[in-house]
């Protein structure tokens, strides 16, 4: 099981920006997805997720409100649409997906990140 991210890239204060984490592979479900991101000298934190097949969905309090997350079930696709963008959302953005691989059997998976920087 893979999953691959695109959509970073540098971008303005007050700029948007879409994510995209793609799941390949061979698994029975997925049970959750998140957006997690990491600054320099700070620890990663969760930006955003998505449970239940997408119906619940949880953010951070500093992106409510700017983030959107979602998922296209069809496509095996998390997506993460990031409008007016601060420089403190500068970071290295990570999605992440809890599976199960049969009954019983679950797995956890992380993408390789992709880099956000927004400049003042």
């Known amino acids: 099981v893979q999953l691959v991210e695109s959509g970073g890239g540098l971008v303005q204060a007050g700029g948007s920006l879409r994510l995209s984490c793609a799941v390949s592979?061979?698994?029975?479900?997925?049970?959750?997805m998140g957006w997690y991101r990491q600054a320099p000298g700070k620890q990663r934190e969760l930006v955003a997720g998505l449970t239940n097949g997408g119906g619940t969905t949880t953010y951070a309090d500093s992106v409510k409100g700017r983030f959107t997350i979602s998922r296209d079930n069809a496509k095996n696709t998390m997506y993460l649409q990031m409008n007016s963008l601060k420089p403190e959302d500068t970071a290295v953005y990570y999605c992440n997906a809890k599976l199960s691989l049969r009954i019983l059997e679950f797995l956890e998976r992380w993408g390789q990140g992709t880099q956000v920087t927004v400049s003042s």
């Open positions: 592979g061979s698994f029975l479900s997925i049970n959750a």
